[in-house]
């Protein structure tokens, strides 16, 4: 690409208006610059829309873990894989609160109740009703993850006064079979639309380092950012790879592709939270200070995502102070 195009292209990623749909090679293009033209643009715009030194702080509490009848490849969560994380009961509202309490007395201002289910049944979205009150009585942000949502359950999540609906498309469409037999993505994007059409913001990403081409991460940024509009969140998971998943084993997805994915999300999603997400605490701090410049401005905190590790809170803070960094107060623009 020449110099002319490049600026053609830039003065079009700069206007919210005319970078409404992006095709997969224009994001192809933008994955293939030069690291540092790159990063330029993504920080360019960044900044245009943020405070880029402010990050939010969002932590994951696992309230049903185990026992998950789907098969996604990734996942240790999966009853049929032995990966030695039990089936077990759902937290009760006590124990959620208290984390909640715990997570805002350390800095967080979202918090996200992730469920291992292929959809909530109705008793069992009772309970989370009633968590997502108590959560949000505590004055955060409240996200919640409990797989494909039936007619009526965005709504219902919605009165209670959940803020975000997490439900990731995960992956490009034409590699979505490959790593999920017991659903379809059009299944993802039907309750993405379920939980749009409840009012609800939409936190939705993916995951890179699953085997798949620099296209086919494209592809899946092209889906994210032509969704209408495009989620409030998106978070970027690099492959946390657990023993006895199929995935485990997978060739590492170099730190610099997961850098450049960062920054494709930030241009086509420019007024999004794009969080640097699953995969931090095998990332070095060198490569997470090259995502916040790369548009990343968001982090799951504290010291557990939902089954796996993710570094503790003191070591993130410290990172924060030793960039310039801050917590971010108001937590999201949307
Ligand atoms: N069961 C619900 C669902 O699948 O939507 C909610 C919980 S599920 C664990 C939430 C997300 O976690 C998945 O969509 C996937 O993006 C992410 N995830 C799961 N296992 C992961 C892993 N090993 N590495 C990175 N991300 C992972
Ligand atoms: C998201 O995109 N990543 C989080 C959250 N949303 C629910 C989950 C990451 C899970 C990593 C594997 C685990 O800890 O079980
Ligand atoms: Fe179940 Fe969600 Fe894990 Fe898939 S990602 S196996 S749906 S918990």
Redesign the pocket.
């Known amino acids: 690409m020449d110099t002319i195009t490049h600026n053609a292209r830039a003065s079009a990623i700069a206007d919210p208006a005319t970078a409404a749909r992006w095709s997969i090679d224009a994001v192809a293009e933008l994955l293939d610059l030069p690291f540092n033209d790159l990063l330029y643009r993504a920080q360019t715009i960044h900044r245009a829309n943020f405070d880029v030194n402010a990050v939010q702080l969002s932590t ?1 509490l696992s309230i049903k873990t185990g026992g998950c009848p789907e098969d996604c490849g990734y996942c ?2 999966a009853a049929r894989y032995h990966t030695g994380v039990d089936n077990e009961v759902m937290l009760g509202i006590d124990e959620v609160v208290a984390a909640a309490r715990a997570a805002r007395d350390q800095g967080a201002t979202r918090f ?1 109740m ?1 469920a291992a289910w292929r959809g909530p049944k109705q008793r069992e979205l009772d309970r989370v009703l009633d968590m997502v009150k108590a959560v949000r009585g505590l004055g955060m942000e409240t996200c919640a ?1 409990l797989g494909m949502l039936k007619a009526g359950q965005a709504e219902q999540l919605k009165e209670a006064g959940l803020d975000f609906y ?1 439900h ?1 498309l995960d992956t490009a469409p034409e590699f979505y079979g490959e790593i999920v037999s017991t659903r379809t993505q059009d299944d993802r994007l039907d309750t993405l639309a379920k939980v749009r059409s409840a009012g609800l913001h939409v936190c939705s ?1 993916g995951i890179v380092g699953m085997g798949e081409t620099r296209r086919t991460r494209a592809a899946l940024i092209a889906q994210l950012a032509n969704l209408d509009p495009y989620p409030e969140s998106v ?1 970027i ?1 690099n492959l ?1 790879q657990v023993e006895g998943t199929p995935l485990h084993g997978t060739a590492e997805l170099d730190a610099f592709e997961f850098v450049r994915t960062i920054a494709a999300a930030r241009i086509t999603m420019p007024t999004a939270m794009v969080r640097l ?2 995969g931090r605490q095998q990332m070095s701090e060198g490569i997470q200070a090259l995502c916040f410049a790369a548009g990343a401005n968001s982090i ?1 905190y504290g010291d557990k ?4 590790g993710n570094p503790d809170a003191l070591r993130d803070r410290a990172l924060l102070t030793t960039l310039g960094m801050y917590p971010m107060q108001v937590a999201s623009k949307a």
């Open positions: 994951l240790p969560q996200c992730g993850t997490n990731n990403g978070p998971n946390v997400s699953a799951f995502l939902l089954t796996t």
